[in-house]
């Protein structure tokens, strides 16, 4: 019973190529996100949609387009990808008010994107 | 700004010694999150602090947070292999529920 799942786990293309990577939560939460953790471990925001409505946007290129078709998905689309890229992309749901505390942050095993 | 430093980046300890990772900002916090992520793993969430003060236990894990809620703490007792990961603080970002993660601090523990 996987809570927040994410495809691929592992992803490795060609620089210039489109690819995208698909979340799901089954945790009924209304807010879901997608983090970027490079190489040095640190975690940053790009998006989150709050019942498929966009609430953050992040400083991300254009390159990158999210899609909420409900509040239980969360895609992320990737144009033209750049050796920049390569990093592992997070999702992540969350709800108002929960017995752990407001805004708990439950992860998905991640994607990890190689760009060659 | 809205960043968020952990201090020490990197810890080496010897299993059964003392650990801890600092949180700082240079505003005042609402409330102050604590992750571990595992090596090749996703980050896990740990516990909420909220109050000025407030000092919580799980286990060996003690997390504490500073009376000006402009920095917070997590102590591990007597370190086990287990405990091998990177612990990220995470600040509340307001009613968007944004969280701002910190640098994280990496602990290695040697058996």
């Known amino acids: 019973d996987t809570a927040v799942s994410q495809t691929p786990k592992y992803l490795v293309t060609q620089m210039g190529n489109d690819k995208s990577i698909k979340c799901e939560q089954n945790l009924g939460h209304d807010t879901m996100y997608w983090y970027k953790q490079d190489s040095k471990k640190f975690l940053k925001i790009m998006f989150s949609y709050n019942n498929k409505e966009l609430i953050i946007n992040e400083t991300v290129p254009n390159r990158f387009s999210p899609k909420s078709p409900d509040k239980a998905h969360l895609n992320l689309h990737i144009n033209s990808l750049e050796l920049g890229d390569s990093a592992v992309y997070f999702c992540?749901?969350?709800?108002?008010?929960?017995?752990?505390?407001?805004?708990?942050?439950?992860f998905g095993p991640g994607t990890r994107l190689l760009v060659l | 700004g809205q960043q968020v430093m952990q201090i020490p980046q990197y810890q080496h300890v010897q299993e059964g010694e003392d650990f801890t990772t600092y949180c700082n900002s240079s505003?005042?916090?609402?409330?102050i999150q604590w992750y571990k992520q595992r090596p090749g793993g996703h980050p896990v969430f740990l516990i909420q602090?909220?109050?000025?003060?407030e000092v919580k236990k799980q286990k060996r894990l003690t997390f504490q947070f500073g009376e000006a809620k402009k920095n917070s703490s997590l102590h591990i007792t007597a370190t086990q292999t287990t405990d091998v990961g990177t612990y990220f603080c995470a600040r509340g970002g307001g009613a968007t529920n944004k969280l701002i993660f910190g640098t994280g601090t990496l602990l290695a523990v040697q058996p």
């Open positions: 602090l909220v109050k000025s003060g």
């Open positions: 505003t005042t916090l609402s409330n």
């Open positions: 992540a749901s969350s709800q108002d008010e929960s017995d752990a505390g407001w805004g708990t942050q439950y």
